[in-house]
């Protein structure tokens, strides 16, 4: 079992910052990518960043939020994302999303819970 516990988050007025954590724990032997999801209702899930292994831990961005998001590696196991000059439209349920190798060589790809970020104009 691979859990994905995440912080941070909230409300903040447009132009603001906040910031995401997410760390995973359980019987992981390799991580081959971590990063952050983010879903509107009646919308799917989309990509905001991420850092993969085979990139050689460089981080992917989606572009409506380069330049102004950061995916940062905190250790093995923790990621953050700092989110600054935050706009209406960032507002959304955030997901963490780990994928790699269990302890007994199983691939596994978890989800955090979600976290509420929402930005007011």
């Known amino acids: 079992q691979v859990q ?10 447009a132009g603001g910052s906040l ?8 019987n992981i032997l390799r ?9 509107v209702p ?9 850092i993969t292994s085979t990139s050689g831990g460089a981080a992917a961005y989606a ?11 905190i250790n093995a196991k923790m990621i953050d994302l700092q989110m600054n000059s935050l706009k209406p439209e960032d507002t959304a349920v955030y997901y963490c999303r780990a ?3 269990t302890s007994d060589y ?16």
């Open 99 to 101: 994928e790699g190798l």
């Open 63 to 73: 572009p409506s939020v380069e330049g102004r998001f950061t995916i940062s590696r």
């Open 31 to 39: 991580l081959n990518a971590m990063g952050w999801y983010r879903q």
């Open 4 to 13: 994905l516990a995440q912080s941070g988050g909230g409300e903040v007025q």
């Open 19 to 26: 910031r995401l954590s997410c760390a995973a724990s359980g």
């Open 42 to 50: 009646g919308n799917q899930r989309e990509l905001v960043a991420e």
């Open 106 to 121: 199983r691939p596994f790809a978890s989800w955090g819970r979600g976290t509420q970020v929402a930005v007011s104009s």
